[in-house]
């Protein structure tokens, strides 16, 4: 199982940044995709998720500016994120969650899968 993600980079508050998460491996619509970010001296954190039915799940600190989205024909999430803030910089996160055995809370210790970091930087 490989999840690939990219998109990351460096850009000025307000602006948007689109990343990718391109999964193999594995039957991608049986799984919950979700991204979380770790900022420096901080926990990892949940950002946002996806079911295969496609309802959608936000931490109150993003909602209303970042959106998650699939494509199951390319096994591909995405994450559109608006409006950025110096406090979204952190290190993201692709990761996969079993949607069967998934409690929808989506602590750290339910991923199944995880993919390797993307860093933005959001620069005041």
């Known amino acids: 199982v490989q999840l690939q993600a990219s998109g990351g980079g460096l850009v000025q508050a307000g602006e948007s940044l689109r990343l990718s998460c391109a999964a193999s491996g594995l039957t991608f619509n049986m799984y919950i995709m979700a991204w979380f970010r770790q900022a420096p001296g901080k926990e990892r954190e949940f950002v946002a998720a996806?079911?295969?039915?496609?309802?959608?799940y936000y931490a109150d600190s993003v909602k209303g500016r970042f959106t998650i989205s699939r494509d199951n024909a390319k096994n591909t999430a995405y994450l559109q994120m608006d409006s950025l803030r110096p406090e979204d910089t952190a290190v993201y996160y692709c990761?996969?969650?079993?949607?069967?055995?998934?409690?929808?809370?989506?602590?750290?210790?339910?991923?199944?899968?995880w993919g390797e970091g993307t860093l933005v930087t959001v620069s005041s």
């Open positions: 996806i079911s295969r039915s496609e309802l959608t």
């Open positions: 990761a996969l969650e079993d949607n069967y055995k998934s409690t929808y809370t989506f602590p750290c210790s339910g991923v199944d899968y």
